[in-house]
């Protein structure tokens, strides 16, 4: 499957954005997004079930940031609220296929291309 992953820019502190991830089909699968910042490691942010029903973040962003799912649309939501300078990073959707819900990047088979994330202070 190919993700298509937009929505990224420059924000400043406390503000939002709203990221989309496309396919062609989200049926089947999980869907995660990660975070990459400048020399750091990849990073698991939250991922929702293939039927939207259970979702999993990571503490840094409970609260502030929220994931959804629209089947008919083929399009993955991650809502950014009260963004902060640490959020900068860019930002990959990636597809999974099986009933847990993993946090590590190794258990993900397709991932988009990223978009950038700039939260100014």
């Known amino acids: 499957v190919q993700l298509q992953a937009s929505g990224g820019g420059l924000v400043q502190a406390g503000g939002s954005l709203r990221l989309s991830c496309e396919a062609r089909?989200?049926?089947?699968?999980?869907i995660g997004w990660f975070r990459q910042a400048p020399g750091q490691e990849r990073e698991f942010v939250v991922v929702?079930?293939?039927?939207?029903?259970?979702?999993y973040y990571t503490d840094s962003v409970k609260g502030r940031f929220t994931i959804s799912k629209n089947n008919a649309e083929n399009t993955v939501y991650l809502q950014m609220n009260n963004l902060k300078p640490e959020d900068t990073a860019v930002y990959f959707c990636a597809a999974s296929i099986g009933d847990l819900l993993p946090t590590r990047g190794v258990f993900y088979s397709y991932w988009g291309q990223g978009t950038q994330v700039t939260v100014s202070s």
């Open positions: 929702i079930s293939r039927d939207g029903g259970r979702t």
């Open positions: 089909t989200f049926g089947r699968y999980n």
